[in-house]
């Protein structure tokens, strides 16, 4: 998760983003294919096959969000999604962005089942807490929880450390064993944010099979 309240230049609006397309696969493998943004991936199928009868969107919240959204159909789309505010845009763009973004997710989708979001409980250190990050984490988090209940959506919260031994095997991976775990799973990861998503989407999708 990434959070900054700074502005952003022309360069940081351009929105990382990856749409792939592929089986829904367990921990040994993914196979993606052709978007409009990437060229098809070649990488091959692996066993271990999951299935799950559910529409599951799988988001890392923060200003730069990571996201992965698992279709019934077999489909993944996933990505990173800046949320920051543009210069002279006041601080609560970023929750009007958020919430937009959530219902484009759903359209996208047709129908989404189920959140499955990374829970944080703390920012920061006991000595040196982040209060700046609590705070953002916070806002996105209300503004999740409204959205779901609204759109009668089952919400789940998937604690950092359940993330990570799922992904890794280890409770306390750093953030580039999360990263490398996912490419090695087949997935194009852009950064940390969108490994944690495509992790917590493999956790949500063994969870709902």
């Not at 919400?155 to 280890?170: C, E, R």
Request: with cysteine.
């Amino acid at each position: 998760m990434t959070d900054l309240f700074a502005t952003i230049t022309a360069d940081d609006e351009k929105s990382q983003a990856v749409d792939a397309q592929g089986l829904c696969f367990a921990a040994s493998g993914t196979r993606a294919g052709a978007t409009s943004a990437f060229p098809p991936s070649n990488e091959a199928a692996k066993a271990d096959i999951v299935i799950c009868n559910a529409n599951i969107l799988a988001i890392d919240i923060g200003t730069t969000t990571g996201w992965a959204l698992g279709l019934r159909d077999g489909k993944l789309h996933s990505g990173s999604q800046s949320f920051a505010p543009r210069r002279n845009e006041g601080p609560g763009q970023r929750w009007l962005k958020f919430a937009a973004w959530l219902g484009e997710r759903a359209r996208q989708a047709g129908e989404i089942h189920a959140v499955y979001y990374e829970l944080v409980m703390a920012h920061g250190t006991r000595e040196n807490p982040n209060v700046i990050a609590a705070h953002v984490y916070g806002g996105f988090e209300a503004h999740l929880q409204a959205w779901a209940d609204r759109n009668r959506i089952r919400l789940v919260g998937v604690p950092v450390s359940v993330i990570k031994k799922s992904a890794t095997g280890k409770g306390n991976a750093k953030k580039e064993q999360v990263i490398a775990a996912m490419r090695a799973r087949g997935h194009r990861v852009v950064d940390d944010n969108h490994a944690d998503a495509l992790a917590i989407l493999e956790y949500a999708r063994k969870e709902e099979a």
